[in-house]
């Protein structure tokens, strides 16, 4: 972390400094818990708890500063160490673009770079940004976020973890409105932008698809002339971005768009159900074999992203083939494959949702499920505004078509998709309603058989990540009343 005083604190804040203005803090955290000794302690207020309530626990676990939004006091009447702000995740922003500043500058002033990638899009930010840090950490020090960190708080996390040393920092971007992702790029200034798709996700919040353009668009649009935007061109509106930049574009394809610098041709699906294809780049240079232990053929726009991006900053082609073959699933609950050792087979990409991430698991179920007993237990996909009812009712139908054995609809905020797969003609226990994940786990629990293979997908906040977690367990099983009687 760039070391920042009380004084300086407060100064690039424009707060109030109620403190030491010699106190250096060495990290940052925005969870109490989180503290070690010398965190600055942001205490942000949430939808569920205040994190000024829990300043007592900051700074018993370590924590030498606050940044405030109101002074808060000790038992004893004096106030705890602090810099107080109209608006802490402003003001860690605020801070975060400040690191960024000096980070640029100290390695500048030693004849070196740090080189900002930025990545968004409606689906694959997280494993494009896996994959790039994976291929980048190879070359030099490089911060990437922890899982999913993609907002106004976590990207400033993120930069927080970066210092001088750093060569590459890449920022993953989420965004759930209009300007929010041109907040973002303000604050790390991304010397690369990479823009993935433009989906459905969060197109009730957006107020419809083309909103959702607007705003991935902004990464592009904040990239300097010097930049590189890295672009879909499968992708019909992310295509259209190339007039909205000033920066050089290089469009990447899986299918074949002849301007498309970076290609995968003679596209095909290895042993383990990943992508295998010759990447082309724009180095003149022979395609380059690549086999992805990523699962699923939906991945192949996020390897060549990630092999666009990282020819963009110098990488050679060798070592990106390399690395894009070599490199699993780095996050948790995408495509996240175990296999039980009864011989079940569990694929959990429960982390998030949305009609074009859900339709993409389902097709690699069914690729995967040949010959084989196949479950998809799905819930909700959220955010869907007015589109929610058709696009579930869209994937059931899906479900019925791909001939997916049995399907698991949990939860009320999915029983369209439900209904429209027993419309579709999923009759009997093909198809099965249950309220709750506890329901799911007993009936897949009982009826689980060796040799199936069972998808879970659902948003994040559904939860059925915790129920894919519990089945990729050894099965537990149920005790006749005879056996529980020798326990008593």
Known sequence: ???????????????????????????????????????????????NADGHNFLPSAFEAGAVLAL????????????????VVPDAVLAMGALAAEAVRRIRAVRAAAGLELTVIGITGSAGKTTTKDLLAGILGAQGPTVAPQGSYNGEIGVPLTVFRADTETRYLVIEMGATGIGHIEYLARMVEPDVGIVLAV????????????????????????????????????????????????????????????????????????????PEFDLVLPDGGPARHVS???IGGHHTGNLLAAAAAAWSVGIPGDAIAVSLSSQAAASRWRMELTERPDGVTVINDAYNA?????????????????GRRTWAVLGAMLELGEDSIREHTAVGTQVVRLNISRLVVVGREARSLYVSAVQ???????????????????????????????????????GLRHLGDRIALPPQTPQSAEERSTLL
């Open 1 to 47: 972390m760039i070391a920042f005083t009380a004084a300086e604190i407060a100064d690039i804040t424009s707060g109030r400094l109620d403190a030491d203005p010699g106190v250096t803090p060495l990290s940052v955290v925005t969870d109490s818990r989180e503290a070690t000794p010398g965190s600055l302690y942001v205490a942000k207020p949430g939808e």
């Open 68 to 83: 405030v939004e109101r002074p808060v006091s000790r038992p004893d009447g004096t106030r705890y160490p602090a810099v």
């Open 199 to 274: 989906g459905t996700a969060h197109a009730g919040e957006f107020g419809g698809v083309e909103n959702i353009a607007v705003a991935k668009g902004e990464m592009v649009e904040a990239l300097a002339e010097t930049g590189t935007a890295i672009i879909n061109l499968d992708d019909a509106r992310v295509a259209a971005m190339r007039d909205r930049t000033v920066a050089s574009v290089v469009g990447f394809s899986a299918e074949g768009r002849g301007d498309a610098a970076v290609q995968a041709l003679n596209l095909d699906t290895n042993a383990g159900g990943g």
């Open 292 to 294: 992805s232990r990523l």
């Open 354 to 370: 949305n009609p074009e991430s859900m339709r993409a698991a389902l097709r690699t179920l069914a690729d995967l499920g040949r």
């Open 424 to 462: 579709e003609g999923s009759w009997g226990d093909e198809c099965v309603f249950v309220e709750t994940a506890d329901e799911a786990f007993e009936l897949l629990n009982a009826e689980l058989l060796p040799g199936d293979l069972v998808l879970f997908k659902s948003s994040n906040s559904v």
